[in-house]
T-cell receptor, first 111, second 117 residues
Framework: EDKVVQSPLSLVVHEGDTVTLNCSYE??????LLWYKQEKKAPTFLFML????IEKKSGRLSSILDKKELFSILNITATQTGDSAVYLC???????????FGTGTRLQVTL | GAVVSQHPSRVICKSGTSVKIECRSL??????MFWYRQFPKQSLMLMAT?????????EQGVEKDKFLINHASLTLSTLTVTSAHPEDSSFYIC?????????????FGPGTRLTVL
């Protein structure tokens, strides 16, 4: 059975801190791993990772994939209160590429 | 990026009634759409895969007679929650894959919050 596990489940940090969110996976026929940010509504896309060791970066957010150890990390530097959200990791599985989601990490950034 | 809309964004209904939720891909064609359910403080759980012109594929534990899915065109899928009960109250989110398949993630709609009284 395909599985995606995220840690920690929740995290509270002060503004300006750096955080690292983890996602490990066990899937057959791996193609890619995706990170999403979810605030009050539906998830918004952050990154898609397909190759090991190549960092994807967007502003203060960055992510990298390790296909040998089957995990990915999402880093957020100099956190701001607007980064407070649930961060979801997902992997396309099956012939229809349905997404299997992890449980998410709930990040709260305080002043 | 591709846009997916959902309607309604919020619905409140009485127990025993049926509710229809629409999911539309606005600027691309989607042969495959997905319906997810999300309970408070939980992750998204896939309910079913909706295939244009054919029957939906339901995940284990999801009642196909209760959650009717119709994908009549390349831009529209509907989910009907029949005989809704309070335990069906949830956030329902649809997503769609770009037909060209160049991006193997999904574009999400804004979600529909269903409350059954």
């Amino acid at each position: 059975e395909d599985k995606v596990v995220q840690s920690p489940l929740s995290l509270v940090v002060h503004e300006g801190d750096t955080v690292t969110l983890n996602c490990s996976y066990e899937v057959t026929n791996f193609r890619s791993l995706l990170w999403y940010k979810q605030e009050k509504k539906a998830p918004t896309f952050l990154f898609m990772l397909t190759s090991s060791g190549i960092e994807k970066k967007s502003g203060r957010l960055s992510s990298i994939l390790d296909k040998k150890e089957l995990f990915s990390i999402l880093n957020i530097t100099a956190t701001q209160t607007g980064d407070s959200a649930v961060y979801l990791c997902a992997v396309p599985t099956g012939t229809a590429s349905k997404l299997t989601f992890g449980t998410g990490t709930r990040l709260q950034v305080t002043l | 990026g591709a846009v997916v809309s959902q309607h309604p964004s919020r619905v409140i209904c009485k127990s025993g009634t049926s509710v229809k939720i629409e999911c539309r891909s606005l600027d691309f064609q989607a042969t495959t759409m997905f319906w997810y359910r999300q309970f408070p403080k939980q992750s998204l759980m896939l309910m079913a895969t909706s295939n244009e012109g054919s029957k939906a594929t339901y995940e284990q534990g999801v009642e196909k007679d209760k959650f009717l899915i119709n994908h009549a065109s390349l831009t529209l899928s509907t989910l009907t929650v029949t005989s809704a009960h309070p335990e069906d109250s949830s956030f329902y989110i649809c997503s769609a894959r770009d037909q060209q398949g160049t991006y193997n993630g999904q574009f999400f709609g804004p979600g529909t919050r269903l409350t059954v009284l």
